[in-house]
């Protein structure tokens, strides 16, 4: 949670020692689960909205803010099991401590915000009212979702709503929670995880720092800490299918955003290893030394040195069976390698005019800057540009997808 906003930048509020039981009623069917958390220097646990405070791990607590904490920091591997309640009501009273900093705002700067608010109020707008006004206004005028936001000035909140209109879930939560406290509803920045990737071989989903989300949080009379995602107004897909989604299509993304890359061999290859990391922590890293030795015991593993030979005979099984298993696997994988190897047959080509492809240069960045050097090419090398991407892409099943590319490839450059 984030409630003390300098002008520049939100910072978590202080945590309240003294009351570390949150204000709430749940409500409606519990989900059960089980989450494996990496190591971390941090004390905050994952859970889903809201964790039971009856079924809390041991040596962790809820603290007022319904944030899952563990006594200290996670700087090991920890496997837990949760109840939680997506049907829920958070402090239906405000404490005045809480009030005033959920409402508090620099004294000045971002006027035009400030006023915007403003003349919510004057025009007679109860509280929901006003939230309402806000999201339309995301949700209706030209504001877009990027990870590639322009600069912002002194004034950032002015800047992003009336200027620039395009940035990430933080720009959103931040700009909404203004306008909120600029029209005295209390408000605050929640941050945490948006989606995750599902693994089918072992059906469980991976939340990785890149699901990160920050949304907003409007406390209303009656109903306590309501949940409010401008991102949700402006880009639905953020937030109903992740990341992955949201930025289909754009340029650049780093691999494990690429929905490509996931449909791909290498994934294949990562998921499984995935799961079978994970049937390990699961059963055998999670659990006490006791349990540990009464295993090993009745495996016949008296000391670890058998054990370590043993688990190295078994992994190295594992893989055989498990590389077995993909070469199996026709189509894709066989259409994609050779789409590959004709492109780079014809990159070695271009390499002796002095046009070599660089590392981090995709095939129509490099497609383009051969165009600028040597025009004469342009045509060869956009055709097998096409060529290469709708083989490897579009239509990787398909012969006559290779057999173009193929007949592409062959064209020798000329200057």
């Keep these: 949670m984030f409630s003390f906003f300098d002008g520049h930048r939100w910072r978590p509020g202080a945590i309240d020692r003294n009351e570390r039981q949150p204000v709430l009623r749940l409500s ?38 319904a944030v899952l904490r563990a006594d200290q920091d ?4 920890r496997l837990y ?36 608010a403003q003349r919510w109020r004057a025009q007679g707008l109860d509280d929901q009212a006003v939230v309402a006004a806000a999201m339309h206004r995301y949700r209706h005028e030209d504001f877009h979702y990027t990870l590639r936001p322009p600069a912002l000035g002194r004034n950032s909140i002015d800047d992003f709503l009336f200027k620039t209109r395009a940035g990430f879930c933080e720009h959103y939560a931040s700009s909404f929670i203004f306008l909120m406290r600029a029209a005295g509803i209390p408000a605050r920045v929640v941050t945490g995880y948006q989606g995750g990737s599902r693994n089918a071989v072992g059906d469980y989903y991976v939340i990785r720092d890149s699901d990160a989300h920050a949304w907003s949080e409007v406390w209303l009379e009656g109903r306590g800490w309501v949940r409010e995602d401008p991102t949700a107004a402006v880009d639905p897909a953020r937030v109903d299918q992740g990341i992955d989604a949201a930025l289909a299509g754009t340029a650049g993304l780093p691999a494990f955003l690429n929905l490509q890359w996931q449909r791909s061999f290498s994934y294949a290859i990562a998921a499984r290893w995935d799961w079978v990391n994970t049937l390990w922590n699961r059963w055998f890293l999670a659990y006490g030394p006791d349990l540990q030795q009464r295993l090993m015991s009745a495996l016949g593993l008296v000391n670890w040195s058998r054990m370590i030979l043993a688990l190295t005979a078994a992994i190295t099984l594992i893989l055989i069976l498990l590389g077995l298993a993909i070469l199996r696997q026709t189509g894709t994988a066989r259409v994609d390698d050779a789409a ?16 070599t492809q ?3 240069e995709g095939a129509q960045a490099f497609t383009e800057r051969v165009c600028a050097k040597q025009p004469a090419l342009a045509p060869w090398m956009r055709a097998l540009c096409a060529a290469y991407l709708h ?25």
């Design 81 to 116: 099991a949760l109840r939680s309640y997506p049907h829920y009501q958070l402090q239906p009273q405000l404490a005045a401590q809480q009030r005033r900093a959920n409402l508090s705002l620099p004294r000045y700067g971002n006027p035009k915000a400030r006023v915007l």
């Design 28 to 65: 409606g069917e519990a989900v059960n689960y089980q989450i494996t958390l990496e190591p971390s220097r941090n004390r905050w646990l994952f859970a889903l909205d809201l964790p039971d405070p009856a079924a809390r791990p041991v040596h962790a607590q809820l603290d007022n803010d």
């Design 358 to 360: 660089r590392p981090d």
């Design 340 to 355: 590959l190897r004709l492109w780079n047959k014809a990159v070695r080509r271009l390499r002796r005019l002095g046009l």
């Design 391 to 415: 083989a490897r892409y579009l239509e990787p099943e398909q012969p006559q997808s290779a057999a173009e590319l193929a007949q592409a490839a062959r064209a020798p450059p000329r200057k």
């Design 74 to 77: 996670n700087r090991q591997r």
